[in-house]
């Protein structure tokens, strides 16, 4: 197909046209969706050595690889921290905290069998394993009561082959609580 100089210059001219349309048009017409989420957690990544990059905890979260980890968690909590004005720096608990995110979230994503606990069926009908309060040892699942006792008495076991019958003396105190919390439930009778 052969284009005749008459229908190139046309075509020319609607380029020109449509390009100076274009710088015509103010920036705030035109369309921009601002910064992608991968830029704005980096922008936080940044702000966050620039601000923190002295502090211990940071130190922490450089050594254990978790900056960018951090930044997301931040990002997923305030997307607009990047943009906010540097009287914003985050307190010694908020970095605690995001570091605790960002080593969660690693933890689940290299492990995730820990985390999605299986459907079963229990003893009172219910969907997944019910939270159990331990005397003493928090709000645990009955999955995980149960594997803290088999832990607790190869450690029993362990200590006692040792000699250190203080640490028995622990570990069966610990097996009360648990098999008591069990009790509760309905787990064991």
Same mark, same amino acid.
């Given at each position: 197909?052969?284009?005749?100089?008459?229908?190139?210059?046309?075509?020319?001219?609607?380029?020109?046209?449509?390009?100076?349309?274009?710088?015509?048009?103010?920036?705030?017409?035109?369309?921009?969706?601002?910064?992608?989420?991968?830029?704005?957690?980096?922008a936080i990544r940044l702000?966050?050595?620039?601000?923190?990059? #002295?502090?211990?905890?940071? %130190?922490?979260?450089?050594?254990?690889? !978790?900056? +960018?980890?951090?930044?997301? =968690?931040?990002?997923?909590?305030?997307?607009?921290?990047?943009?906010?004005?540097?009287?914003?720096?985050?307190?010694?608990?908020?970095?605690?905290?995001?570091?605790?995110?960002?080593?969660?979230?690693?933890?689940?994503?290299?492990?995730?069998?820990?985390?999605?606990?299986?459907?079963?069926?229990?003893?009172?009908?219910?969907?997944?394993?019910?939270?159990?309060?331990?005397?003493?040892?928090?709000?645990? #699942?009955?999955?995980?009561? %149960?594997?803290?006792?088999?832990?607790? !008495?190869? +450690?029993?076991?362990?200590? =006692?082959?040792?000699?250190?019958?203080?640490?028995?003396?622990?570990?069966?105190a610990n097996l009360e609580?648990?098999?008591?919390?069990?009790?509760?439930?309905?787990?064991?009778?």
């Amino acid at each position: 197909m052969k284009i005749t100089k008459q229908q190139l210059k046309q075509i020319i001219k609607e380029e020109i046209s449509a390009v100076a349309d274009l710088v015509d048009t103010p920036m705030s017409e035109q369309e921009y969706s601002g910064p992608s989420k991968e830029e704005t957690i980096d922008a936080i990544r940044l702000r966050l050595i620039a601000e923190h990059g #002295s502090d211990p905890i940071f %130190k922490e979260a450089e050594r254990l690889g !978790l900056v +960018d980890e951090m930044a997301k =968690a931040i990002y997923d909590e305030d997307p607009d921290f990047a943009d906010q004005e540097g009287g914003d720096i985050l307190s010694q608990d908020e970095l605690k905290r995001f570091l605790s995110i960002a080593r969660m979230n690693r933890a689940y994503r290299k492990n995730p069998e820990y985390f999605n606990e299986g459907l079963r069926d229990y003893v009172r009908g219910q969907s997944r394993s019910p939270d159990v309060e331990v005397p003493g040892g928090g709000v645990r #699942s009955v999955k995980g009561v %149960k594997s803290s006792i088999m832990d607790s !008495l190869e +450690d029993a076991i362990q200590a =006692a082959q040792r000699g250190d019958f203080e640490t028995v003396a622990t570990r069966v105190a610990n097996l009360e609580a648990f098999v008591k919390a069990l009790k509760k439930v309905g787990e064991i009778k």
